[in-house]
């Protein structure tokens, strides 16, 4: 343990979490790890995105005549936290809004992240407190970057997402980081979204209409008895499936509670869709929980 990181775990799964950005950085049954593990392809593990989801229109926030900027994902996966909590099996960080933040969303908050490990999985919770006196407007969402393949030596192309509901609605894409208007067809086939690189030459895709609550992650064939997860998510309303179609041995499974702007909104913040507006003195609460299996 040691101010920067707490690992912690149960039976033969451990995780690791860092103070900057409350960010899991690791999570391993035994010697496998699912966690991807920060390469070059790309710099993070499991960022937390928050006030936004997503980019805004030149990434800039406006709130009563005044601009603010606010960069991709917002600021919460590149702030530090501070320890609430931390035990053998658990952890818990808060980010109150200061100085630093207010400079570039103009609401007070408390973002809690609250992680719990136990011997087939780990649960995140995610609390924000509205503590102004005002509505607060924001979106949260996970950001978790998995292995792929979760087993080295398998083929990349045998993994597939398998959905607890069929999902025949139409996705979204991004274009130049803004929510295209026009929607497109689903590549699941009832249930099942094979998996390959070709699926990310458009950024990612984004369910705003799914009807599961969880997706499972594993290798078909011969690789079927290597190591799965399983990601399930309560209070997230849309998900994010992610990688770089240049051939990054990751895959991103993100529950969110919100959005990027849609192509050519130029309004209020607070007018943005996908938004919570939670009430001077309330808060929301949101989780997923990462089952893991066969390492």
């Known amino acids: 343990m ?38 070059p392809e790309w710099p993070r593990h499991a960022p937390l995105l928050f006030p ?38 658990r952890c818990t960080l808060v980010l109150d809004d200061n100085e630093t933040t207010r400079a570039l969303y103009p609401f007070p908050f408390r973002l809690t992240a609250a992680y719990a490990i136990d011997e087939s999985g780990l649960d995140l919770t995610l609390t924000i407190a509205n503590t102004g006196k005002e509505t607060l407007p924001a979106s ?46 689903s590549p699941v086939k009832g249930t099942s979204l094979p998996l390959s690189d070709s699926l990310f030459v458009d950024d990612a895709i984004i369910f705003d209409r799914i009807e599961s609550r969880s997706v499972r992650y594993e290798a078909a064939g011969d690789a079927s008895t290597g190591p799965w997860l399983k990601m399930s998510w309560r ?20 529950p969110w509670r919100g959005y990027a702007s849609p192509a050519g909104f130029q309004g209020e913040f607070t007018g943005k869709p996908g938004l919570m507006h939670i009430a001077a003195g309330a808060e929301e609460q949101l989780s997923f929980r990462i089952e893991v299996g066969s390492f």
């Open 140 to 185: 949260l969402g996970g950001h978790p970057a998995f292995n792929w393949p979760l087993q080295p030596g398998a083929a990349k192309e045998s993994y597939a997402l398998t959905f607890a509901s069929a999902e025949p609605a139409p996705i979204r894409r991004l274009e130049a980081g803004l929510l295209r208007q026009a929607a497109e067809p």
């Open 2 to 39: 040691t101010d920067d990181t707490h690992s912690f775990r149960s039976g033969s799964l451990s995780a690791t979490v860092k103070a900057h950005g409350a960010e899991l950085c690791s999570l391993k049954g035994g010697d496998t790890e699912f966690l991807w593990q920060a390469g």
């Open 52 to 89: 936004i989801v997503g980019r805004l229109a030149s990434d800039e926030l406006r709130h009563q005549g005044k601009t603010y900027r606010m960069t991709q994902h917002g600021f919460a996966r590149d702030s530090r936290f501070v320890w609430a909590e931390r035990s053998e099996s």
């Open 235 to 254: 209070g997230f309303r849309e998900l994010g499936v992610w990688s770089k179609p240049s051939g990054a041995p990751f895959l991103c499974i993100e």
